[in-house]
């Protein structure tokens, strides 16, 4: 299991928020470029960048910076926000990212995201699905920065993509997000269960090192985790056995 940093972009700085609400922000004193160095000189291999300027607008806002950390370090980057037409996918490709996280656009619009996979190959793209548990336990993914459900189940949206080149999934529970009382297990494991030839990439609520191997368990791929890093609740050091760079 990979153990990716994540770094916030706002107005060209690195924040956090609390469960996606853009008025619970934390705002961290330090340029991304510097943190993503950190976390690239500690050996991690993969860097999760998430505009949130973006994410708002629709706009890549904070492309320099991503051009930024791109071309100084040997890092592959995977980088979303706002990505809603082929056109950026690809731009964001060209700027070094080595995959591109497709959001709302994937739970709205899955036919168009389908063609966007068979245009660049399931292998750059990372479909991320922001999901709220229901009254019945069912996961259904949320859209326009969490302030809107959508019309399908997590279920409906992986038998879609799982038929259409989807490879990489980013699967967030946002009642977790920003929160450090721990990921949802059951829910991971529930994923790698239905599809075990997907690759999931756990995210939210991450308080420890101690989540680290419960997630490996679940048989997730990957997990991003930003706050507890940023807070040093989990170090560097304990991720290491988790991601080199070589």
């Known amino acids: 299991m990979e153990v990716i940093p994540a770094i916030d972009l706002m107005n060209g700085g690195c924040v956090r928020l609390y469960k996606g609400d853009f008025d619970q922000v934390t705002e961290y004193d330090q340029d991304p470029l ?94 991320a699905f922001d999901v709220f548990i229901d009254a019945n336990g069912l996961p259904v993914p949320q859209t326009h920065g969490w302030t809107e459900a959508g019309d399908k189940s997590l279920w409906d949206l992986l038998d879609f993509f799982s038929a259409n080149g989807g490879i990489h999934y980013l699967c967030t529970d946002i009642d977790k997000d920003g929160t450090l009382e721990g990921p949802n297990f059951e829910l991971y494991a529930e994923c790698s269960n239905r599809y075990p030839n997907a690759k999931f990439i756990a995210s939210g609520g991450v308080a420890s090192a101690t989540d680290l191997p419960k997630l490996k368990d679940t048989g997730a791929a990957g997990v991003v985790t930003g706050k507890a890093l940023l807070d040093g609740r989990l170090t560097l050091e304990e991720i290491q056995s988790f991601s080199q760079n070589g």
């Open 34 to 127: 510097d943190i993503a160095t950190r976390y690239y000189d500690a050996g991690s291999a993969r860097l999760h960048l998430v505009d949130l300027d973006g994410a708002r607008s629709g706009e890549l806002v904070n492309l320099d910076v991503i051009r930024r950390i791109t071309s100084e370090l040997s890092l592959k980057v995977q980088v979303g926000g706002g990505i809603r037409d082929l056109a950026r996918v690809k731009l964001l490709l060209d700027a070094g990212a080595d995959r591109v996280v497709i959001g709302s656009t994937a739970v709205q619009h899955p036919e168009k995201v389908a063609e966007w996979i068979r245009e660049v190959g399931g292998e750059r793209i990372v479909l």
